[in-house]
């Protein structure tokens, strides 16, 4: 297994020559906000410190696009209820494992005897299911359009397959509804958007117009390497230099304009759109969550158990809100670093490795002025 | 931002308050034991600092190197001991034998101690197949002749099904301190030289990638062996100018660098690349999303040399069968204390904090 193909995304001198082209597109007296929608992004922006590399008038703001982060405490709570009833072995992405319910974390309720079990996807909850007949295997789904494919891919076959003991419990969720709240918010301002390659792979890079059509912003769909963010970042300044403003795809290699007819087949059949959706330091968004359409609602883990669907306020003190806004850096929150820290988070925002202020906490805390002597 | 200097200043003050508690000794608060206490990282520090070290309160212990110091009658000893709960108990490159005895005499070697004898306790699960057993009795006999120590004395005891992953080993090992070594966690000194004595990473991704969970095949073998050699060599090349020794198990080659960046107040700033990484190890690791840094080894040691020493240093390591790739990966620096920086290799710099949370599965 080799890695090669990505080698000259992280080429150091390319990321120099992109810098210097940065440099020279921006206006001295200028400050420039962009965001950057995925948590990918901001994940990969510390990993590679390319923050460093950017002129100090431009400014990256992490977006609402870390699946794990979005997810409100009440949901939470939802999954560690399921998680406890008798004979069920519960599934989730790792990161899920430490996110703060409103008493307790689906971790705690692993040391107090539930059985939670660390998958990587879907597909492996799916075989925990067939090798273990006797017990109900829950998988808690999350993430855009990027993870809600092999979530609908796995329920077809479970499908056609005849699993009985398997059921998902689907926080899936789509990434136009909240750009659109986030533009309607009146204190934001951006001057541009680093689009969402992982979501465009699936649907495309036409559903973004409506960003430079409806707000004037330009988008460039990007992909995830150090060089695909600093080119991307380019075009955007290129765009507001030439006074254009349009979606344009950096991430050609694997975006298609129109995305994969294929993947969105299986999720119109697999899924429908909730009315509602409650998004962490977001609050209900409409038409903005997936559950299971009509067709799969035998699989539908909310059936099948007693949920309690108890709404929690989001803690006082914790800003996650506003930083998903990108309304104020992770550190100007109020119990950033102090109170809420990776090993104790209050907000969603500081459990996942993608989430704003774990990233900033991990990677971003030592101030770019600073020189190591 | 440069317009807003009051903004700066918040920033900057608030930098400084994370700073300060990070270097406070952790606490132990949690309700109960989970997987995280396990997994070397901030909660197993929380463990040993907030727990374990206060309650034993002795200077030998609180030293928290990977051997303790005894002196019998002027004679110099060193003392561990390590359990293994790995599963499955059989992967590529060894089994729970050859960590049981290399795990134990690493610890002493880390200590500057040339590994004597070791004690084996077994705790077997019953329906465990005989022949399972008798492979790791002769891998342990096997390691231990490799590693040069003799089995003196052992205990068994049986539990039932189920309270066991077919077999949990321990051992403790005693060594003699070798007069060449003055090694110690604080005494690390700025301009020092970080060696790291091979390419990392490969046990733990060796045992992620045996226990089946994950759709992906990769010739990766754990990297497990007896580490006194290498440390024979190092001293021998660098004596008293060997600052300190850490075996990179548990938590990865991050999580020894920053317990030391702590332990002798200093900041260390590494070279990403030039971390020896396997592309297949490199590729495993991108693919789990995890950094090879935090990903366990069980035969790699972290080496901190005085800069005039570093150049033979390395030389006398790469000269030890299963050292050849030896690199200088970076250096320790004054400030900030007690922080790890990376200086990526596309050109930007980050923190390397220590690990939060279990993100791997039982491995050693």
């Keep these: 297994m080799s890695m090669k193909y990505v080698d000259e995304y ?9 810098a210097g082209e940065i440099l020279a597109a921006v206006e001295p007296g200028r400050h420039y906000k962009v965001m950057e929608v995925c948590g990918g992004h901001t994940h990969s922006i510390y990993k590679y410190g390319v923050d460093d590399l950017l002129p100090e008038n431009v400014e990256l703001v992490h977006g609402p696009g870390c699946p794990v982060c979005v997810i409100p405490m009440g949901r939470v709570d939802d999954g560690i209820a399921v998680a406890r009833e008798d004979n069920v072995i519960f599934t989730c992405f790792g990161d899920m494992m430490r996110i703060p319910g409103s008493e307790s974390t689906l971790q705690d309720a692993k040391a107090q005897g539930a059985d939670i079990r660390m998958v990587y996807s879907p597909l492996d909850a799916l075989r925990i299911a067939k090798s273990e007949p006797d017990r109900q295997v829950v998988f808690y789904a999350i993430g855009f359009e990027t993870t809600a494919p092999s979530t609908a891919l796995t329920l077809k076959r479970a499908k056609a ?16 509804p909240p750009l659109r709240a986030l533009l309607e918010s009146p204190d934001l301002r951006l001057d541009g958007f680093v689009g969402p390659g992982h979501v465009c792979t699936v649907v495309g890079a036409r559903p973004f117009e409506f960003i430079p059509a409806d707000y004037g912003k330009p988008v460039v769909v990007s992909g995830f390497e150090p060089v695909d963010i600093l080119q991307s970042i380019l075009m955007i300044l290129r765009q507001i230099q030439d006074g254009r403003c349009e979606v344009e795809n950096q991430y050609k290699r694997i975006v ?6 294929a993947a969105l087949k299986v999720m119109e059949e697999v899924f429908e759109l909730r009315a509602h959706f409650e998004w962490r330091g977001l609050g209900f968004i409409s038409q903005s969550g997936l559950k299971l359409s009509e067709a799969y609602a035998d699989f539908d883990t909310e059936q099948r158990y007693e949920v309690p669907h108890v709404r929690v306020a989001d803690p006082k003190a914790c800003q996650c809100g506003e930083v998903l806004k990108g309304v104020i850096k992770p550190w100007e929150c109020k119990v950033f670093g102090t109170a809420c820290t990776p090993e104790r ?10 989430g704003a ?3 900033y906490y991990n990677y971003g805390r030592f101030a770019r002025e600073r020189e190591v002597v | 931002m440069a317009d807003q200097p009051a903004v700066a200043d918040r920033e900057t003050r608030i930098l400084g308050i994370i700073e300060k508690t990070r270097a406070k000794p952790s606490k132990f608060r949690e309700k109960q034991i989970t997987m995280a206490h396990g997994a070397g990282g901030k909660a197993t520090q929380g463990l040993i600092e907030g727990l374990l070290v206060p309650a034993f309160d002795n200077p030998t212990l609180s030293a928290m190197a990977d ?5 019998v009658d002027g004679v110099e000893l060193a003392m561990t001991t390590d359990s293994f709960v790995v599963r499955p108990l059989r992967f590529p490159g060894g089994s729970i034998g050859d960590l049981a005895v290399n795990g134990t005499v690493n610890d002493l070697a880390m200590a500057g101690a040339r590994p004597l004898a070791l004690t084996l306790s077994l705790v077997l699960e019953e329906g465990l197949p005989s022949d399972a057993l008798r492979a790791e009795v002769e891998a342990i006999a096997a390691a231990a002749e490799a590693a040069d120590v003799e089995i003196v004395a052992g205990d068994t005891k049986v539990v039932e099904r189920g309270h066991a992953d077919g077999m949990y080993v321990c051992t403790s090992g005693v060594g003699q301190r070798d007069p060449r070594a003055a090694l110690a966690p604080d005494a690390l000194e700025p301009g020092d030289r970080i060696l790291v004595s091979g390419s990392i990473g490969e046990h733990g991704t060796a045992i992620m990638l045996a226990r089946g969970e994950f759709d992906l095949d990769a010739e990766i073998e754990s990297d497990t062996r007896p580490l006194w050699p290498a440390v024979d060599g190092l001293l021998e090349a660098a004596g008293p100018q060997l600052r300190c020794l850490r075996d990179a198990t548990r938590g990865g080659v991050a999580s020894v660098l920053n317990e030391l960046a702590r332990a002798s107040r200093v900041a260390m700033i590494v070279n990403e690349g030039n971390v020896p990484v396997q592309p297949a190890v490199a590729g495993a690791c991108e693919l789990l999303g995890i950094d090879p840094m935090y990903v366990a080894n069980e035969g790699k040691l972290v080496a901190f040399v005085a800069p005039e020493a570093a150049d033979e240093a390395l030389e006398a390591l790469r000269a030890v069968p299963g050292c050849e790739r030896a690199t200088d990966i970076g250096e320790v620096k004054t400030d900030p204390p007690g922080m790890v920086l990376v ?6 710099k980050r923190v390397m904090d220590q690990l939060v949370g279990d993100p791997l599965p039982r491995i050693c």
């Design chain 1, 256 to 261: 298609p304009y129109e995305g994969s007819t």
């Design chain 1, 161 to 176: 397959e005849g699993i009985k003991n398997f059921s998902v419990m689907c926080s899936h969720v789509t990434i136009v």
């Design chain 2, 67 to 71: 051997a303790g110091a005894v002196e």
């Design chain 2, 343 to 348: 200086q990526t290799a596309f050109g930007g």
């Design chain 1, 345 to 354: 988070p209050i907000g969603t925002c500081m459990v996942s490795s993608e």
């Design chain 1, 10 to 18: 992280r080429d150091a001198d390319i990321g120099q020559v992109l």
């Design chain 1, 357 to 359: 202020c774990a990233a």
